[in-house]
């Protein structure tokens, strides 16, 4: 399935279509740029989900205080255990570069929609 797809699944869902980005968080990109807000997604991404282990999954994306972290949840991209629910990849090992190429793909596609 391509990002499209994934995005329109999503919507589905009760809970991840409940999350929306607040003027705040509209703002904060906009004074960013869109270039910056995809740095802090491979960011976080690379610190907080590639790893092989992580200790506190399921617990390390906050719910606010970044438009990054509420794409997270809203794409189901915040945990090993959401990324396995929704898209298959198995947990205990280090996400590929292409996996987290996908992952912040998905991540600004949601965001870019919500910004529209």
């Known amino acids: 399935m391509d990002i499209n797809n994934y995005l ?3 919507q589905n869902s009760k809970f991840r279509s409940s999350f929306h980005l607040s003027e705040k968080d509209k703002l904060y990109i906009q004074t960013k740029g869109l270039d910056t807000i995809k740095s802090h997604a491979y960011d976080f991404i690379n610190k907080r989900l590639a790893p092989k282990t ?3 999954d399921g617990k390390q994306t906050p719910m606010r205080g970044h438009p990054v972290f509420i794409a997270e949840h809203a794409t189901a991209t915040c945990c090993r255990k ?9 947990p205990n090992r280090e996400l590929t570069n ?19």
């Open 8 to 10: 329109l699944k999503l």
């Open 54 to 56: 992580i200790l506190n």
């Open 82 to 90: 959401c990324l396995f629910k929704w898209y298959h990849i198995s």
């Open 98 to 116: 292409n996996e987290i190429d996908f992952i912040v793909e998905l991540i600004m596609s949601w965001i870019k929609n919500e910004i529209k």
